[in-house]
DNA sequence: TTGCTATTTAGAAAATTTTCTAAATACATA
DNA sequence: TATGTATTTAGAAAATTTTCTAAATAGCAA
């Protein structure tokens, strides 16, 4: 994956925003759209952005297509942020 | 100081560079130039960035400007990605 | 003061990102 | 098959970011 992709995807405002509604769970390419006085097409843009530093997968049903969080990614980027913190890196609990 | 700034100060690879140098302990603007093949324009421009963005705090000393690790913006991100990861979010060890 | 080193500021050029419109694809159902 | 809905792709325009050169500022030291 890469953290230049990931910390690109997570530098916009929409794309946090997304992530964000995906907390409630999946959530259709035209649900997210309606949040957002934008095209369908710039939805699109940003959820494939999203796609591609894997914050997020699809899952293609009926007509739709459905889109998650990944959580992998924000293990990832947590790790990475504790070597300033200093945290423990190895969060065993849970 | 605000989210916006901080992921788009944290998604520049110079930058994430920059940060993880400061690791180390505090260095000066021409000894953080160095290790980068750009103007030193160029650095002042990303350290402006990152001292926005309150990644980063400086010292002036002499003729030196020196730049440090300001860490509780990184835990502000920390708590920012834990909404999604779901551990908890008071670290209270150490 | 004068000159030297360290760094920033200003403004323009280059590169990248975000957005839009229009067209294309894909699936569902009448 | 033909039509409608959901979404993406293509290509261009608009906006923002990154970089550079040249000039400015600031402190030190002779």
Redesign the pocket.
């Given at each position: 994956m890469g953290f230049p992709e990931t910390f690109?995807a997570l530098?916009?405002p929409?794309r946090r925003e997304i992530l964000t509604m995906l907390k409630e769970g999946r959530k259709?390419?035209?649900?997210i759209?309606q949040k957002f006085?934008?095209?369908?097409?710039?939805?699109?843009?940003?959820?494939?952005?999203l796609k591609k530093a894997e914050l997020v997968f699809?899952e293609?049903e009926?007509?739709?297509?459905?889109y998650n969080l990944n959580l992998t990614v924000f293990e990832e980027i947590m790790m990475w942020i504790t070597q300033f913190t200093g945290k423990k890196e190895d969060n065993s609990e849970e």
């Open positions: 690109k530098s916009d929409v259709s390419a035209g649900e759209g006085d934008m095209t369908g097409a710039t939805i699109s843009y940003h959820l494939n952005i699809e293609k009926k007509n739709f297509i459905y």
